[in-house]
């Protein structure tokens, strides 16, 4: 199994940057791509940012441009970096890993951090 853990969220106002960190342990090998869900106040979760194991990323597209992923392999760590922060993107964000080397699968979830983008 894959423990994961977050780390980086608060409140920042809108226009500013938080960076996300996730720490993974345990069955680390089982792991082909990481990825960043969230999930805000009566909205469904959904999927905000993937990195495969070789570095190719994918953004959903009110993130693109704003945010970042990217990961250190050797220390088993992934982050998101979040510039030019909007009200909309306050939500819990929680990390995840995928077994799959195809379809992105959240098979591993974090606790989650809380993300709020106020004035």
């Known amino acids: 199994q894959v423990q994961l853990v977050e780390s980086g969220g608060g409140l920042v106002q809108p226009g500013g940057s938080l960076r996300l960190s996730c720490a993974a342990s345990?069955?680390?090998?089982?792991?082909?791509?990481m990825g960043w869900y969230r999930q805000a106040p009566g909205k469904q979760r959904e999927l905000v940012a993937t990195?495969?194991?070789?570095?190719?990323?994918w953004y959903t597209g009110s993130a693109r441009g704003r945010f970042t992923v990217s990961r250190h392999n050797a220390e088993n760590t992934v982050y998101l970096q979040m510039n030019t922060l909007k009200p909309e993107d306050t939500a819990v964000y929680y990390c995840?890993?995928?077994?799959?080397?195809?379809?992105?699968?959240?098979?591993?979830w974090g606790q989650g951090t809380q993300v709020t983008v106020s004035a």
């Open positions: 995840t890993a995928s077994y799959s080397s195809t379809l992105y699968t959240p098979n591993a």
């Open positions: 990195i495969s194991n070789g570095g190719s990323a």
């Open positions: 345990g069955s680390i090998s089982s792991i082909n791509a």
